[in-house]
C-alpha cells in the first residue's frame, strides 16, 4: 500500500514521518523535499519517481510519501493521485495555529490559508483520512498521525481506513 500524507507547511507531516521511521522501520519512506531539492516545483522530476512506486510490486511493504508544500501546489500531482487511485491522509490544523509554526517566518495569515487551504481544497479533498491535530503539541500531533497510518495500514487493503 502507498499512503500519500498531505497537508499545509507546518502543521506536521515531517515530524510524523520522523516518527514513523523510529517507530514503524518496516515501512519503506519517501520524502519529496529531500528527494528533490529545489525542484519540489518540478512535476517532471517528480513524477518519474511516483511513477515507479506505482509500477513496482509491493509485495507487502508500506509506502509511506511525504509530499511537501510545494509539490501539493502542482495541478499534475492531484491529477496524479486521482488517476493513481492513491491513499491519501491529509494533516490539518486550523490556518492560525499552523502559521505560527511554519517554515517562513512573519508570514502573513491572509496569504497563509490562500496558499494553504483555499487553493488546496480540491487536493485535500481526495483524503481517504484527515488526521486533526487541532490544540495538540509537536510530539502528540505527530503520534496522532503515525496512530492514524497504522490503522490504515492495519485494515485489509480494501477498504479507505478508518473514518475521520
Known sequence: MIIYLLGPSGVGKSN?????RSDQPQLDIVDLDADFPGRQFDWHAIEPRLAQLHQQPVDGRHVVVDVG???QTLSEFS????????LVIVVTAPP????LRQPIPNRRVDEFITTEYATRQQLYGLAA????V???????AAQLVVDRVAAVLGSDGTDDGPAS
Open 16 to 20: 510524523a514521518v520522523q516518527l514513523l
Open 129 to 132: 483520512v484527515t488526521v486533526d
Open 69 to 71: 508544500a510545494g509539490t
Open 96 to 99: 492560525e495555529q499552523v502559521v
Open 79 to 86: 491529477a496524479f493521485l486521482r488517476g493513481a487511485g492513491a
Open 134 to 140: 487541532t490544540g495538540l503539541g509537536k510530539e502528540a
